[in-house]
């Protein structure tokens, strides 16, 4: 069978050489019966609509974010601060993970299938400007922070952390960013902040805000109905691409904070009481007013797993 | 390549040739595609149009069209033209020049070339046949020069190039800027040169003085309109607003100063602007959004693919490999309008592009131009049809000046363009210091 | 034909048709404009970010594309590039030749006139939502479907033309086109 497998990547990225790697893997394991043809760059498509054709089965395959479209409680998928380091992302996102089965289980509704997942990086702000307290969670910086249309999480988040938040769509960020119209952006992490935004950014703050997890999917139809054979092979394909990629994924964060000290961006990183003051001003004062995002359910359960 | 795809080329071909309207030639060969191909429900087609034609970057292009509405309705844009043509208009074919210099200021308001062929079409095609021009060659004039809107920032086309490639959209707005300035003095050449022969009603020959005085005059009435780029460039590189809001400003400004500044547009002249511009509007998106399934299709069907395979099977050699590119991309933009190809070819070609060691801004200019000439060369040429849609003339008589000027002005730009790198690089590396 | 004729309960519908689909093009671009200077006026002067507009701006707009591509076919303004009338001299080949182009034309709209409604179905039945205001989609997507049908319903009637042109009347083609001035 030959399948399209559909990504939002660049082709020289890291997310992009996982891809093909996975492709190579399935047609190794399945004994060259699947064959994956890869669509990087959004060539089929922004990750919602790639996703929707997904539900669908005209694309079999996507590595992405899942978006809310279908189901506004996906929104606890970039849930601020649900996770604030790489042990607990290790703990909510992997197989599993509580995180990984609330998603799982709801895409599954829409007639997708998580296979596993693939770590993007941990997230943070790039700014064009300085702040004059980046690790001071209850100063006021001044700034105008963009977030991406639909984030209404980590808008509620960043006017808690003292900025102003406007909402720009990804298109034109590059451009605000250039022209003052937003002073810095929410919702990257330190590879999206090297290849989009180097040259503009001043400084960046590892914020930790929330973990850019991405899932590697199937149409759920065409994996239920593969012969046993095939449904491991793509499986399997599927965890060791993970496995792979997730003890690296810290690393990579911090060879492209390298990279942009290399090209004189302030890097902040936070020690463990700063960061613990980050996270719990937003689980203390933000949770509560962004709950009905997720839902009654959901939150009740974020707060068990995080023994709050 | 398949089969399919061959007979699918040659059947959009022959659609275009017998007169089908062009976005139901784009349907069709969509269609013969997705029936003969292995898909699955037709949902995924309509969804790419959808979210292509909805996107926010294109609602500018509404906006700008309502501008070019009401500056062609009431006297803004024609007190501009008039200041412009009190400089040029004195010189036979000057009115052509006029055509070409406005269409630059006007495309440092716009983003994008279809606002540029409406704004420009409306009002000058009347004006030039007028003066005895040919109403094809003021069409193909006007939607030739269109193609500079493009490649003077701002550039919706550089923007999508520079998220594509990773490179910076600020290098890339630069990037095209020297190629555009040759451009228009070769269509001033060219504008001489074509319009030697038509019977063109010069203005009466005044005196030195009196000239200066009359460009005095022009310019003073001229003054509210030529504040509107400045207005709008403040706005977007002051980082006071995005181009579409600046787009909306610009509306807002243009409605003011005609319907209660000049009082040249009557209040009930709004009901039709609104649904005429709405019109223009639509009718391109139409063909946007059946452009964007053809084109879907064609990545599913590894159409571009095929081609990048075939060119480095062909030859490892730079120029050679240069100039292969080229012509990929004049057949891509000949098949395609800009913002498709430039989908399609720069994750395809920045591979290649990198091997050859070409810096990503200099190839922003490359592709800028070339898929801006693509834009009017047929068989899918949307500025040229909408050119002949807003100049209210057929194809036929366009052809001629449109093929010249792609001929013998973007052609050379072109070769220019992608063999002496310091055109492109020279303006980003001294104003951002890119290396 | 009655009915057509100035006065007549169709020719009433009929006017009152296009001054709606006018109406809809006037007050959906009146209602982006608007929409986007509150977005500047609300960051600039009431110090207040307002979330979602410009996707209701976008959705006014596709509403604009659709409704004004189906203007634009009642107009016949819709872009083609014949090169017919160049090759071909003989009437009656023109004729049938016409007649052909408008019956490709006519299937291909309804065909995708068909698409569209489906999408609008499953629009209705899955209820995608939009990001920023999470309004439902169908809302736009219907714009498609009425954009396409009005396109697919004026080739229609530009196909009856031709018919009866190739069979010698030209009564249906001088209503339709006293009709588009
Ligand atoms: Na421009
Ligand atoms: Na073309």
Not at chain 1, 64 to 89: H, Q
Not at chain 1, 264 to 275: A, I, L, Q, S
Request: aromatic share 10%; with cysteine; proline share 4%.
């Amino acid at each position: 069978a030959e399948w399209r497998l559909s990504t939002s990547y660049q082709s020289d990225s890291e997310a992009h050489e996982g891809s093909l790697r996975f492709a190579e893997l399935v047609k190794e394991k399945s004994d060259g019966r699947i064959e994956i043809q890869v669509f990087p760059a959004n060539q089929l498509g922004d990750w919602t609509e790639v996703y929707e054709q997904v539900t669908s089965g005209a694309v079999q395959m996507t590595m992405g974010a899942v978006p809310s479209t279908f189901d506004a409680r996906l929104a606890i998928d970039s849930f601020p601060y649900a996770v604030a380091d790489y042990e607990e992302a290790a703990k909510a996102y992997a197989p599993g993970g509580y995180m990984y089965d609330i998603v799982s289980s709801i895409v599954a509704d829409q007639g997708v299938q998580v296979l596993s997942t693939w770590a993007l990086g941990m997230g943070g702000g790039a700014f064009t400007k300085e702040l004059p307290e980046p690790t001071n969670p209850d100063a006021q910086q001044g700034l105008k922070v963009r977030v991406w249309p639909g984030g209404v999480t980590h808008r509620a988040l960043m006017e808690d952390f003292g900025f102003t938040v406007t909402m720009i769509p990804w298109d034109e960020v590059y451009t605000a960013l250039q022209t003052g119209v937003a002073d810095g952006v929410i919702g990257g992490n330190p590879e999206l902040t090297v290849t989009h935004f180097m040259d503009i950014t001043k400084m960046y703050v590892q914020y930790n805000d929330h973990f850019e997890n991405h899932y590697i999917m199937i149409n759920k139809e065409l994996f239920d109905g593969l012969s046993e054979e095939d449904k491991s092979a793509v499986q399997e394909a599927a965890v060791e691409v993970m496995n792979e990629r997730f003890p690296v994924a810290e690393a990579s964060d911090e060879a492209y904070m390298q990279q942009l000290r290399d090209a004189g961006v302030k890097v902040v990183t936070f020690d463990e009481d700063t960061m613990q003051a980050f996270a719990s001003a937003a689980r203390q004062d933000v949770w509560p007013k962004i709950k009905d995002e997720i839902g009654e359910e959901l939150y009740a359960r974020l707060k068990a797993e995080l023994g709050m | 390549m398949s089969i399919e795809v061959i007979v699918d080329i040659l059947l959009l071909m022959g659609l275009l040739i017998i007169g089908v309207p062009v976005p139901f030639c784009f349907a069709a060969a969509a269609l013969f595609l997705f029936l003969t191909g292995d898909y699955v429900g037709s949902n995924f087609l309509v969804a790419a149009g959808f979210n292509k034609t909805s996107s926010i970057i294109l609602l500018a292009m509404p906006l700008f069209i309502l501008v070019g509405e009401i500056m062609s309705t009431g006297s803004l844009a024609a007190r501009l033209v008039d200041f412009c043509d009190s400089i040029f208009g004195r010189l036979k074919g000057g009115l052509g020049v006029v055509v070409i210099v406005v269409t630059a200021v006007f495309g440092a308001i716009s983003g994008t070339a279809s606002s540029a062929v409406a704004a420009m079409g409306t009002i000058m095609v009347p004006r030039l046949v007028e003066r005895g021009y040919d109403r094809g060659y003021a069409a193909a004039l006007v939607a030739a020069s269109s193609v500079l809107a493009l490649l003077i920032p701002p550039s919706s086309a550089q923007i999508v190039y520079g998220w594509i490639s990773g490179t910076s959209i600020a290098a890339c707005f630069l990037a095209p800027i020297v190629p555009a300035l040759l451009l228009m003095g070769l269509f001033s050449a060219w504008n001489f040169v074509m319009t030697r022969n038509m019977p063109i009603v010069q203005p009466e020959a005044v005196g030195a003085r009196q000239a200066i005085k009359d460009i005095g005059v022009k310019g003073r009435r001229a003054t509210l309109g030529l504040v509107m780029p400045f207005i709008i460039l403040t706005s977007i590189y002051g980082g006071l607003a995005t181009p579409t809001e600046a787009a909306a400003i610009a509306v807002v400004y243009a409605l003011i100063v005609g319907v209660i500044i000049f009082r040249d547009i009557p209040l009930r002249e709004l009901w039709r602007i609104g649904y005429s511009a709405g019109t223009t509007v639509g009718v391109v998106m139409v063909l946007v959004f059946f452009a964007v399934m053809l084109s879907r299709l064609y990545t599913m069907e590894n159409v571009p693919q095929s081609v990048v395979n075939l060119l480095l099977s062909i030859s490892e050699n730079r120029i050679v490999l240069l100039l292969l590119i080229n012509v990929f991309l004049i057949v891509l933009g000949m098949i395609m309008d800009d913002f498709s190809g430039l989908l399609l070819a720069t994750p395809m070609l920045l591979p290649v592009i990198r091997e050859l060691d070409i810096h990503p801004v200099h190839f922003a200019a490359i592709i800028g131009v070339n898929l801006g000439m693509g834009n009017i060369t047929p068989p899918t040429a949307p500025l040229l049809y909408f050119g002949a849609r807003i100049g209210k003339t057929r194809l036929q008589g366009m052809l001629k000046p449109t093929l010249i000027l792609v001929l013998f002005a973007y052609l050379p730009v072109l070769l220019l363009t992608t063999f002496i790198p310091d055109l492109s690089l020279w303006l980003p590396r001294l104003v951002l210091g890119i290396n | 034909m009655s009915e057509v004729t100035p006065g007549g309960v169709l020719h009433k519908f009929w006017v009152f048709k296009l001054w709606l689909q006018k109406f809809v093009l006037v007050a959906t671009c009146a209602g982006f404009t608007v929409l986007v200077m509150m977005e500047i006026v609300f960051r600039y002067f009431l110090f207040l970010p307002l979330h979602g507009i410009e996707e209701l701006a976008t959705y006014l707009a596709v509403w604009t594309y659709f409704i004004g591509g189906a203007y634009g076919a009642y107009e016949r303004s819709h872009i083609s590039a014949s090169l017919l009338d160049v090759f071909v001299k003989n009437k009656r080949v023109f004729g049938v030749l016409d007649l052909v182009v408008k019956a490709i034309t006519l299937v291909v709209s309804v065909w995708m006139s068909v698409w569209v409604l489906q999408y609008l179905l499953w629009s209705i039945e899955r209820r995608p939502h939009s990001l920023e205001l999470q309004m439902p989609l169908y809302f736009v997507h219907a714009s498609m479907v009425v954009g396409l049908s009005l396109m697919a319903f004026y080739f229609f009637l530009d196909f009856a033309v031709a018919v009866s042109r190739l069979a010698g009347s030209t009564r249906l083609a001088e209503l339709r086109e006293a009709n588009i001035k």
